[in-house]
Every structure is written in structure tokens, then in C-alpha cells.
């Protein structure tokens, strides 16, 4: 028999942005071998959480996911929905809205994030009371000048990939002391779940450092400074096999009348980055094209090039967005199409 430590993980009920929650549970297991089945579900206090009342405050865990910790001994990370004590899904849980039982639905996402200092409350880069070098030489920089986080960043590379997510890279972004990570998974679900656990790591992670990631889509307020999204790469079969701009076009189509109802599950604040400046479409228009990435959606060169089959990317969920709510809306949007 040997101790297994079980890191269960879940969203909070906070509004307009949810945040991780998780909680160690230390059990007894003979020949582990990291499967849902062999574990059970747990709770929690939902009062402390803004997810239940005090009295009636247990929260259901019900795990869906589980990956290797790589950081511990004998450790997995568990991924959980958030159940109401009658077993129905809480109304904070996403997750449970996404309608992708098949995993018809790729999804790739792009996280992008800033690194902030703890003790200047100021992304790595920016010296106190000033700014550094104006946008230009930090997006995939290389050198001590430009580059700042990179141990943070390979580190956290290193965690998600030996965690058994679906890791695909990483580079500087625009702004400095800004960064991006990129996963994909094949199925709706599992691509949340990735992101969540991928989140948790780096944000464990920055523990250590001395730092704190901020996910605001445009934590440098109203300046010339980049913001942060998490542009979602989707695909079905359709967008895969059907070679017809027509159909594309009219999957395009469907996004426009539901515009807001994108926005409004795209993440908090993004109005702040959607303004049609700094590679981004006006929060208030929809547009599509090809290869453009001053568009709402952009169609990649290579699915044109490839006959028209391929995915579309969704560039306008802000980087605090949760992948879940993002794909269920994508998901709905596009089946409404077909």
C-alpha cells in the first residue's frame, strides 16, 4: 500500500471571473494506476467559496480529468465539476453546458498572460514608476534585454508535459513581460480541462518565484500596451472534410446575429482590449476573412490552401475566459449552422 496524494481542483462561483480552488486528499492505494475509477468524489464548503449558503454549504467534487503531478511524490491532479448535493450540475459549472459528448470538436487554445511582481505589483520588464522599451522587440525575443520569465515559462512548459498534457509551445508575447502557452486536445471537455490544469500549474508554480500571473485581458489599462486573449482554434468534422467555401462562410454567418452572447461568456473586461486597435476587432462589429487577424474570425491561409478544410480561430475570448463556457458557446453557434 502506498500514500496517494490527490490534488482535487475546481472553480470557484466568484462573478465576473472564476477562479481555481483546490484541496489535498491523501489515500490509501495499492498499484495506483491514475484512473477516475479508482477514486471517488468529495466536497467542499461552498460558503467559503460563494457556490453555497451556510447553511446548507457542501459542494459536490465529481472528478473528470486526472493527470500526474509532476512536483510531487506519489501526487495527480484531479480535475472536478461542481455538483449541487442532489448531484444536478452547480450553476457555476461550465463544463456541464459544453455539448460535445462524441468529441466531434477540436480545440486549440492560445493562452496569453503577463508575469507580474509581486513586490512592484508590475509585469517583469517595467522598472518602477516608468515604462520599459515601447512594443517591437519582445515578441519572441531572445536576450537578457527583452526577455523576461523565460525560467518561469520553461518550467511550467516542462510541468504540463510531464503532466501528460497536450503541451504544443510557448513564446514571448507583443508586450513586455507578456507570455503565451498553446494546448490542443480533441474533444471540447478534455481541451477545458488541459487549460484549467495547465492554469493551476503555472499559477502553483509562480509561488516560488516571487511572482503572480494576471490574466486580465488588459491589465495596463487604457495604453499603447498589448492585452491578453486566449484565441480559440476550433474545428468539427464538418470544418475538416467539407472543402467548400460556402460552408465555411456560412458557419462564419452564424456567428454574427450572436455576437453578445459571445462576448458575454469571452471573459471580463474584454472591452477593454477588444477596440480594433493592437490586432484585435472592435468589440461592437463582427467580421471574418481570410488569413486576417484584424478580424472577430480569422480563417487560417492553410485551410484555404488545403481546399478549404481545416478549423476556424475565434480571437476574441479574453485571456481570463473559461475555455469551458467559450466552447460550449462555439459549439452551439456552429451547430446552429449545419
Not at 40 to 55: C, I, P, R, V
Not at 103 to 129: A, C
Not at 237 to 265: D, M, N, W
Amino acid at each position: 500500500m502506498a500514500k496517494i496524494k490527490l490534488e482535487y481542483l475546481w472553480l470557484d462561483g466568484y462573478e465576473p471571473t472564476q477562479n481555481l480552488r483546490s484541496k489535498t486528499k491523501v489515500e490509501e492505494h495499492e498499484n495506483f494506476q491514475g484512473t477516475l475509477e479508482e477514486i471517488g468524489n468529495w466536497s467542499f464548503d461552498g460558503s467559503s467559496t460563494k457556490q453555497a449558503e451556510g447553511g446548507s454549504s457542501d459542494c459536490l467534487l465529481v472528478p473528470v480529468a486526472i493527470y500526474p503531478d509532476p512536483e510531487r511524490i506519489n501526487g495527480w491532479l484531479v480535475m472536478c465539476e461542481v455538483m449541487n448535493a442532489d448531484g444536478t450540475p452547480h450553476p457555476s459549472n461550465g463544463r456541464a453546458t459544453i455539448d460535445d459528448d462524441n468529441d466531434d470538436f477540436w480545440f486549440g487554445f492560445e493562452q496569453e498572460y503577463f508575469i507580474m511582481d509581486t513586490k512592484t505589483l508590475l509585469p517583469l520588464g517595467f522598472p518602477v514608476g516608468g515604462y520599459p522599451a515601447p512594443q517591437g522587440m519582445y515578441y519572441c525575443s531572445v536576450g537578457g534585454k527583452n526577455t523576461h520569465g523565460r525560467k518561469l515559462v520553461e518550467e511550467h512548459a516542462n510541468l504540463c508535459i510531464d503532466a501528460g498534457i497536450n503541451f504544443e509551445g510557448i513564446n514571448q508575447e507583443v508586450a513586455c513581460g507578456q507570455w503565451e502557452f498553446q494546448l490542443f486536445a480533441k474533444g471540447a471537455k478534455k481541451a477545458g480541462d488541459e487549460i484549467w490544469v495547465a492554469r493551476y500549474l503555472l499559477d502553483r508554480l509562480t509561488e516560488k518565484y516571487g511572482y503572480y500571473i494576471e490574466y486580465h485581458p488588459k491589465p495596463l489599462g487604457d495604453t499603447d500596451w498589448n492585452g491578453s486573449g486566449m484565441h480559440a482554434n476550433f474545428s468539427n468534422e464538418v470544418l475538416r472534410t467539407c472543402g467548400s467555401q460556402e460552408t465555411y462562410e456560412r458557419i462564419c454567418e452564424a456567428f454574427r446575429p450572436v455576437t453578445k452572447e459571445h462576448i458575454a461568456v469571452y471573459g471580463a473586461y474584454n472591452e477593454q482590449r477588444l477596440t480594433g486597435k493592437h490586432e484585435t476587432a472592435s468589440i461592437n462589429d463582427f467580421s471574418y476573412g481570410v488569413s486576417d487577424r484584424g478580424c472577430s474570425i480569422r480563417i487560417p491561409l492553410m485551410t484555404v490552401q488545403k481546399g478549404w478544410k481545416g478549423w476556424l480561430e475565434d480571437r476574441r475570448p479574453a485571456s481570463n475566459g473559461d475555455p469551458y463556457k467559450i466552447a460550449a458557446r462555439i459549439i452551439k453557434t456552429v451547430k446552429s449552422a449545419l
